[in-house]
């Protein structure tokens, strides 16, 4: 037996058609959606419980480990965390580094890292435990990772946290291997994994990966090395 929850209304959302959706990572109840307008709308269950409004559009939203934070990559560039409450999204800080639209974001399992990829190739790691404060926020490579030939279409941590995959408009993947010191060398690059760009590249046990793209093809990749 399957159920699902409508979200929404049924003449759509207030703030116009969905643009991306991020599902809790705990509480399977929870779901917040970007709206086309510029809203945030939260949900648990079928009954939205909160909605704000950005400055700008947002591509991609994350939730953390236990669902406390919401992370908004924005199309100016900026991320806006949020903390989750019962019927509040609160603005906890903003994060200021990526110069163009923020491309895809996800939080570490662990908890401790949030990694973030926009429309310019670069990809960069902020350490979650600054985010209490406002005014400083720790970002661990300071010049970013900057080694794909095109936009970053999704980044995605291992089960583990030890490993970042990251999939591109440039039709690579690259699997980033040093989340202590981010040192750009432990790396391993695909190249050309999918013909006209990767959609997402998901990494699973036994040094599997698991990707999709524009060729309409699901592949996976074992690492030998």
């Known amino acids: 037996e399957t159920k699902s929850n409508q979200y929404g209304y049924p003449n759509g ?18 779901a917040a959606i970007s709206t086309y ?17 950005l400055e700008c559009k947002s591509k ?20 806006d965390v949020y ?4 019927s509040a999204l609160t603005l906890k800080t903003k994060l200021a580094k990526h110069t163009a639209f923020v491309s895809a974001l996800e939080f570490s399992p662990d908890g401790r ?19 209490s404060s406002p005014s400083v926020n720790t970002v661990c490579n300071s010049r970013g990772h900057r080694f ?10 291992s089960a583990d946290s030890t490993v970042l995959v ?13 989340m202590q010191n981010f040192d750009v060398h432990q790396r391993v690059k695909l190249d050309m994994c999918h013909i006209g760009g990767v959609f997402d590249a998901i990494p699973i046990e036994n040094n599997t990966i698991v990707s999709c793209g524009f060729d309409k093809n699901i592949k996976v990749w074992t690492l030998t090395a």
């Open 60 to 79: 991609c939203l994350a939730f953390n480990v236990d669902d406390s934070l919401l992370a908004v990559g924005l199309e100016n560039g900026r991320i």
């Open 148 to 157: 794909h030939d095109s936009a970053v279409n999704s980044v995605r941590f």
């Open 166 to 178: 990251s999939a591109g408009l440039d039709q690579n993947i690259i699997v980033w291997r040093d």
């Open 113 to 131: 890292l949030l990694a973030s990829a926009c429309n310019n190739r670069l990809i960069y790691f902020w350490q979650t435990s600054s985010f």
């Open 37 to 53: 307008h510029g809203n945030v709308c939260l949900f648990r269950g079928s009954r939205q419980v909160a909605q704000l409004t």
């Open 83 to 86: 903390s989750v409450g019962a």
């Open 13 to 30: 959302f207030d703030g116009g058609s969905p643009i991306a959706l991020a599902a809790g990572t705990r509480d399977s109840q929870l």
